[in-house]
Each structure stands twice: as structure tokens, then as C-alpha cells.
């Protein structure tokens, strides 16, 4: 059985990873063998551990402790379990918790590209996307409307971070993922992959041509907020698209454009 531990000193060291380390100290990339990554809500946690990821421990409001709280709890023996009201909790953690729980977890180690890529014939590549909730809503929309696995630039938000994994309801989990390296075209290519750049340009298809679903394995390219695809990379893919626009609307948000794009570009 879990150990129950109330908070009564909010110095405490153990507390240290849900009050005083930012989401880069936990990410620990000069030692990646104690990574961690803090999951928030039951749902998010439940996603993780059915995943494989280790628990090291669990912060809880008192009055969380039943139902969907008290299962997570349940499937996490020998690890502390850390409680208090609510207020203390926002106090401590800065945030008001969603659901009232939260779980300090391990991060494993980030499969390859080509591990990522076997067996697969629709991806999501995303350039810069640097906003945690858009990275969250794309891995739902990826894991809800047929995309196999998610690719990522450096540049990119950590998928891992609190609110990305909060915001994809733990879909980021279930869909895999990892981070590319800068020769990532080549390496597409070199898979067997076309590469469909979403961008507005005068030499864009639309979405609905009859050519894209000719393509057996599909990578979809998706960019950063504001800028979208660097040019580099919009003429170095096999195809641009666009999603038509109505109304004088000039583009959609990305994590918008990206469920559009993956219900109209999943394998058939």
C-alpha cells in the first residue's frame, strides 16, 4: 500500500520536483537516466502508466482520494503519496490542479527515428511548434484521426511538459513519438516517405486532390505559430497544400489545421 503523507513543510526536498523545478531542470539532460516529467489529472496519469512509465510519487487533495484518484493510488504501491487541501496544494504547486492529482514519473529513454517509423504509412512532422497546448491538441487530434506517429523538431515543445501531456489527455502516450535529427527529409525519403507540406502558397494543391490519396506513406508537415513552414522546407517536400479558406479567413490555428489535415490525409 501506497504511503499516505500529509504536508506539513513545504521545504520538503521530495516536494522540490511539483514546486521548484522547472519543466527544463526535470527533462535533466545532462542526466537522462533521472528525468522526469510531472502527468496531471487521473486519465493523463492512468495513459502513462498503462504506457510503462515508473511512478516515483503522487500529490493528491485530500477530497481526490476516491474514484478515479483512489484507483491510481491503488496501482501505485510503495510509492509516497503526498496530500493537503486544496489551497495548500495551489499554493505550493502555483496552479490550481485539474482533477487534483498529480504523479512525478520517470521518462524512458526516446526510441529513433527509423524505430518510430517502422510499420508505419502516415506521420505528423511538426517545425517549431513551440506552444505546449498546441502540441497537446495535435498528439489528440494524431491519435484520434489516424496518424501512426508524431516527428518533432529541436525546436519544438517537449510533448512530456505538464500541459502538453494535460491537453492531449494523454494521448502522447499512446501515439509514438520522438525527436528528429536535422537531416529529417533524407531520412523520410530514405523510408519510403512523400512529404506533404500544409502551407498557404500560390503552388499549393488542396487537400482534397485526388493525387494525395494515391500516396502510400504520407508525412504530413506541419509548422510553427505565426510563420508556419520555413521555405526551405515547403520547396524541399514533395507536395504544398492547403486547406481552402472561406470567409476572408487567411489560415487556421495549427493545431486546428492539423485535424483538418489528418482526417482528409489518412490512409484509406
Known amino acids: ?11 520538503a526536498p521530495e516536494l522540490d520536483v511539483y514546486a521548484r523545478l522547472t519543466e527544463a531542470q526535470l527533462m535533466n539532460r545532462f542526466d537522462p537516466k533521472n528525468a522526469m516529467f510531472i502527468a ?8 502513462a502508466l ?5 511512478p516515483v510519487s503522487l500529490l493528491v487533495e ?16 510503495d510509492i509516497p503519496v503526498y496530500t493537503a487541501q486544496m489551497d495548500v496544494l495551489t499554493q505550493l504547486t502555483g496552479y490550481r490542479l485539474t482533477r487534483g492529482l498529480l504523479c512525478a514519473m520517470r521518462r524512458k529513454v526516446l526510441p529513433s527515428v527509423a524505430e518510430v517509423l517502422d510499420g508505419t504509412r502516415r506521420v505528423a512532422i511538426l517545425e517549431e511548434v513551440m506552444n ?21 523538431t529541436p525546436g519544438c515543445s517537449d510533448p512530456l511538459y505538464r500541459r502538453s501531456a494535460r491537453v492531449s489527455m494523454g494521448t502522447v502516450f499512446q501515439v509514438p513519438w ?57 520547396t524541399s517536400c514533395d ?3 492547403k486547406i481552402p479558406m472561406y470567409h476572408d479567413v487567411d489560415s487556421l490555428n495549427v493545431a486546428a489545421a492539423s485535424a483538418v489535415a489528418f482526417w482528409q490525409l489518412r490512409a484509406k
Open 62 to 77: 485530500e477530497t481526490r482520494m476516491v474514484g478515479e484518484s483512489l484507483e491510481v493510488i491503488e496501482r501505485c504501491p
Open 1 to 11: 500500500m501506497s504511503k499516505i503523507i500529509h504536508i506539513s513543510d513545504f521545504s
Open 178 to 234: 520522438t525527436f528528429l535529427t536535422d537531416n529529417w527529409l533524407e531520412v523520410l525519403k530514405d523510408q519510403g516517405y512523400k512529404t506533404a507540406a500544409m502551407a498557404l502558397s500560390d503552388n499549393s494543391i488542396s487537400i482534397d486532390d485526388p493525387i494525395l490519396r494515391t500516396v502510400d506513406k504520407l508525412a504530413v508537415v506541419l509548422g510553427t505559430e505565426g510563420d508556419g513552414l520555413a521555405e526551405c522546407t515547403v
Open 50 to 54: 498503462d504506457a510503462g512509465y515508473e
Open 132 to 152: 505546449p497546448t498546441n502540441i497537446g491538441a495535435i498528439f489528440r487530434s494524431a491519435a484520434a484521426l489516424g496518424m501512426d506517429a508524431v516527428l518533432l
Open 40 to 47: 496531471e489529472s487521473p486519465k493523463v496519469i492512468m495513459r
Open 239 to 241: 507536395y504544398t497544400v
